[in-house]
């Protein structure tokens, strides 16, 4: 029963992040990623200008210090898969930047073959999250979401019963 709930709201949250526009869509995910325990402080973690971003929506620091900085690029297409031509680009981004980290996010799936470059490409550390993944990360990390119930199980207390 918890499950087909949860799968429902996981439907419902990603229904509702297909119909963000894009800059809400990129302030989204820093958020998200605010909450993860990326960027807390808000001057760690901003959403770049929209035109001439280079190819880089957001950035966020790895940890509240503020160490290495971690380069978000998504895509926000509502009909089609992002491919590899749109990680090889990222990459491309990333080098500009001086980079080696990065998270692609897009709304729906990647290809195989944006799958597969991902997976060799050993020289940049690039975490893929599609639709599916991004409404899981929101419940978890409670952003869009709200608590509605909690339930509580029980379980015996040995101690009241014993003797001693």
């Known amino acids: 029963m918890y499950?087909?709930?949860?799968?429902?709201?996981?439907?419902?949250?990603l229904a509702e992040v297909c119909e963000m526009d894009l800059y809400k869509f990129e302030t989204l995910i820093v958020d998200l990623f605010a909450k993860m325990g990326y960027g807390k402080l808000q001057y760690e973690s901003h959403v770049t200008r929209k035109p001439g971003d280079d190819g880089i929506d957001g950035i966020v620091t790895?940890?509240?210090?503020?160490?290495?900085?971690?380069?978000?690029?998504?895509?926000?297409?509502n009909d089609t898969s992002v491919g590899r031509l749109d990680i090889q680009k990222?990459?491309?981004?990333?080098?500009?930047?001086?980079?080696?980290?990065?998270?692609?996010?897009?709304?729906?799936?990647?290809t195989k073959e944006a799958i597969a470059f991902v997976?060799?490409?050993?020289?940049?550390?690039?975490?893929?999250?599609?639709?599916?993944?991004?409404?899981?990360?929101m419940i978890e990390y409670e952003l869009g979401v709200l608590t509605q119930y909690i339930y509580q199980v029980k379980q015996i207390d040995r101690d009241y019963f014993s003797e001693e």
């Open 3 to 13: 499950q087909k709930i949860n799968q429902s709201l996981a439907n419902e949250v």
């Open 62 to 77: 790895a940890d509240k210090l503020g160490f290495d900085s971690i380069y978000i690029q998504e895509k926000s297409y």
């Open 90 to 110: 990222f990459v491309g981004a990333l080098a500009v930047q001086g980079a080696q980290k990065g998270i692609f996010i897009t709304r729906l799936i990647y």
């Open 119 to 137: 997976e060799r490409n050993l020289n940049y550390k690039i975490v893929l999250i599609d639709g599916n993944r991004l409404a899981d990360l």
